[in-house]
């Protein structure tokens, strides 16, 4: 057996840490995980830097997200969490500890755990799967719902170039195990609300469309969460930039302008890298899905990161 495996087993007060700016995957594969080691005898608590939008609220397991952080932890397991800094203030805690498990699946992943286990496939949801096998947990339909709506998260609602033979696998199995994909998609992946779709609006109508290089770029102010009443926490924009993938462009990106930074998301043609670009601004994530944030104004964040996209799609220009 292996050492994650081994100290997953061995452990009996267990904290699981999801990253900043949450995301289906990890909330839906740590929300899994906490199910799978609880049913076999474990005390587990989930924790993230960030409150958890509440676009999650029909899970009923989201309420056990951020409850009192425990002195006796015998292990501290990180899901779907690329680097350390996306541990947010429970980064120390985490890199501090003796025993600590690292769980990824992006091939950006950085070695921060006491023991780390990478495997890079569609998603983490993947691997948690895999997980409960391995530990002969029972999946049931709560479970099954949590690994599906990270599965759908990460591959686009299956439509995303990671999407493989595994993905559908899985997903047939999370299916027979009993997944509500009915209640997934109606209450997370379809639902907005009118301030949402507004604001998505605005950004496709004021796009800064590159035609030369072929990408285009979206803001998003302060200002503009406040006059379309969008929760910065809650704003379903990362998907946006699709849209003008399927225009023909290349690259696109949205930036965020958020109290912590610019918050970066970019998509990609299945030619073309987007996680090198988010790499080299301390970002990473998936060939094309990436992200960064960026601790600068909006207006120089736009800039650096135009001219980054720019000097990468010059690099790349026989990609095409």
Excluded: W
């Amino acid at each position: 057996m292996t050492k994650y495996l081994k100290m997953l087993k061995k452990a009996n007060k267990i904290a699981i840490f999801s990253h900043i700016s949450p995301d289906p995957d990890t909330i839906g594969s740590s929300l899994a995980l906490r199910r799978i080691l609880i049913s076999l005898g474990k005390d587990v608590d989930v924790f993230c830097t960030d409150n958890i939008p509440e676009s999650y609220n029909f899970l009923d397991d989201a309420k056990a997200y951020n409850g009192e952080v425990k002195e006796d932890y015998d292990l501290l397991v990180s899901v779907d969490v690329s680097s350390s800094n996306r541990l947010g203030v429970y980064e120390d805690m985490f890199l501090s500890h003796k025993n600590s498990v690292k769980i990824d699946h992006h091939k950006t992943s950085e070695g921060f755990g006491k023991v780390n286990y990478v495997k890079i496939c569609s998603c983490s949801a993947i691997i948690v799967y895999e997980i409960s096998k391995k530990l002969r947990a029972k999946i049931d339909e709560i479970t099954a719902s949590l690994l599906f709506m990270g599965l759908c998260g990460d591959t686009g609602l299956f439509r995303n170039n990671n999407t493989d033979e595994e993905a559908f696998r899985v997903a047939a199995d999370l299916l027979s195990s009993g997944a509500d994909i009915k209640k997934i998609y109606s209450e997370f992946f379809d639902k907005r609300k009118v301030g949402n779709v507004k604001l998505t609006s605005h950004l496709l109508l004021n796009a800064k469309l590159n035609d030369k290089f072929g990408f285009a770029i979206m803001q998003v102010t302060k200002e503009d969460y406040k006059n379309f009443d969008v929760d910065t926490k809650n704003d379903n924009l990362a998907n946006v930039p699709n849209t003008y993938l399927a225009c023909g462009y290349k690259i696109a990106a949205i930036l965020k302008e958020k109290e912590d930074g610019i918050h970066v998301s970019m998509r990609s043609k299945p030619e073309y890298d987007v996680s090198i670009i988010a790499t080299s601004f301390g970002g990473g994530g998936h060939k094309n899905a990436a992200g960064c944030t960026i601790t600068k104004t909006l207006d120089k964040a736009t800039k650096d990161l135009t001219k980054a996209i720019e000097n990468y799609l010059k690099e790349n220009k026989n990609n095409a």
